[in-house]
Every structure is written in C-alpha cells, then in structure tokens.
C-alpha cells in the first residue's frame, strides 16, 4: 500500500479503536458498583426476625451451610419481578435462601411473602438500615453468595433472573456446597 | 405511593432532588440543620466529608447533596461516627471498607489507578511526539525548485499577462 494513504488511515483506526471502547463502555452499567466486601468474612449482625417479632437472629445463621443472603423490600419493584425466580430456586436447588428485608415495614414485607410465596429459610428485618451500612446495601435488590464458613463469595446486584442463576450464582454455590 | 416510588427509582430520586433544589434554592442548609456539633470545627470537618463522598444511588451527586434516603442513611452513620470522636480517616476507611473506593470522588493512586491518574499525561506526550516529528519533518523537507516551464509561467503571471484559460475564469 502507499505510504500516504497508510498515514491518512491511521485517523481512522484511532476512530475505530475510540468507537469500540466507548460502545463496551455503554454496555457496563454503572449502577453495578463491585463491593469490597467479596473475599471478606460477613459483618456482625444482631436483626430482629422478620416473621418471628422478637426474636433476635445474628450472623450465625450463615454458618454451617451456603446461603444466598437476598436484600429485598416490598416497595422494590424489581424484588417482585425476581421473586418467582427466587421461589423456583429455593424449590428446585435447596440452597438456603435468607431473607433481608430492608428499609421496609414489618406488615408490607409480610404481606408480599404471604401474597407471592415465601422462599427463604429464615428472614432479617432491617426496618431503617441498621446492619445495612455494614453490608454496603445501597439498593434492592441485591443478593449475596455467603459460604458455609460465613464469607461473602459474591455480591449480584439487581433482580435474579434464570440467567443470573444459571451464570453468576449456581455455579459458585454448587463449588462452595461441594467444598464444605 | 409516593413513598414507593422515591425508594424504588432511583432515577426519580434523583429527579426529586432536582426538583426540590430548585424549589428552595438550597437543599444542602434544609438537610444540615439537623447534624449540630459543640466544635465548629468538627461542622465543617462534616460538611467538607460530606460533600467530598459520593452517594451510590444518585451516582453524580455528593452525600452533602443527594436526597436519596440511602444518602440520609449514610449521612447519619457519618455524624454518628464523627459524634462518638472518629477522625476523618477513620470515617473515610469505614465507608470504603463497606462501599469500596467508588465512595470517593478523588481516587486513591494505587495498582488499579494508575492509569486513571497518568493516563492524560500519557496522551499529552504522545500528541506531543507527534507534534515534534512533524515540525522535524517539516523543516527537513527542502525548498522544491521551479523546472524551466513552471519558472516560465511565473514570470508570466508576475508580467500580468496570466494564462488564456484565466480570463474564461471571470
């Protein structure tokens, strides 16, 4: 090729280079923001049971077996959209399913279990954010892989979908269930 | 109703909190007047932390500015810890610890920054390099010289005569 018309196209390769960064950038959600928490043992928690009213539930919950510790609310929107998929995994997998109820009222969470199914194992009421701060919660939905040892494996933010499951989340469980 | 729907979209959050900056002109002084401390010192100390920490939930705007409830949360935690006599490194390591570096609006220099940080530096000098070797080569190229029926016609324009086909040009 001749020199010069190689040196007018190196504009357009820089073009073609900038173009596909910035389109991968538009498929990142920056909503999406990678917890520091991965890797780490879960906080302490002292969180009243949501279905039990006084009795008091701390993170020993977590230890013995892999649980997906999933954040919802029964003003989340998309808590409802994942909620059938999260009764299918509860029936379908067994892994235990622990509930965090988050920045919600006692009634409004119950009343959405008893309306759509109640998938989890046991429940955490949160009613204004005590334990969140130590979690890093900052939106519902989100759910935690926590191993059997009580360390957090993985944080998915957003509504668990089929894909999400089969994806993100049921390969870390089955590794970490056949690991304990 | 309302109530669900400042919790659940953050989008419309974040448009509330337009709203409401607009309609009072300033949000932050409505926010602040509940956090008082005996040391004005420590006030500023919180309103500077406050204002340099980036809500998660309306991702472009300061915890000192964002009405996200998550943000109220956190400002609470903050004055809370800032209360019990916490340095304000001791606040910031907390929030990271929780939140991770994404709470900071001035990113630590580390492994995964740095080309974050030199980045620009990086484009500055490559433009300059560029910029270099063309003027080198510019001021390489030597003068071209006039063969014998360019050097004609030049003397013919500079006569005023000019070419035939200049006059079918006007």
Known sequence: ?180 | MRHLLQKSLHIKTCGLALAALLAMGNAEAYTLEEFSFEDPARFDEFHDLIGELRCLVCQNESLAASQAEVAQDLREEIYRLMQEGRSRDEVVDFLVSRYGDFVLYDPPLKASTLLLWFGPFLFVAAGGFVLFRTLQRRQAEPETELNEAERARLQQLLAGQGAPRESSDS
Request: net charge neutral.
């Open chain 1, 1 to 180: 090729m001749n020199k010069s018309v190689a040196r007018a196209l190196i504009p357009l390769g820089i073009f073609l280079v900038l173009a596909a960064l910035l389109f991968y950038g538009l498929q990142l959600d920056p909503r999406k923001v990678p917890s520091p928490l991965v890797g780490k043992p879960a906080p302490e928690f002292q969180l009243e049971s949501l279905k039990e009213p006084g009795q008091m539930l701390d993170r020993s919950v977590l230890l013995g077996k892999v649980s997906l510790v999933n954040v919802w609310a029964s003003w989340c929107p998309s808590c409802r959209q994942e909620h059938g998929e999260l009764m299918r995994i509860a029936r379908q997998s067994g892994v235990q399913i622990i509930g965090y109820n988050w920045k919600d009222s006692r009634e409004a969470g119950l009343l959405m279990l008893r309306q759509y199914g109640d998938p989890y194992s046991l429940s955490l009421f949160d009613p204004d954010n005590r334990a969140g701060i130590d979690w890093g919660i900052y939106g519902a939905p989100e759910t935690f892989v926590v191993d059997a040892e009580g360390i957090i494996r993985h944080k998915h933010i957003g509504p668990v979908t089929p894909e999400v499951w089969e994806r993100d989340l049921r390969p870390l469980v089955e590794r970490y269930q056949s690991g304990s």
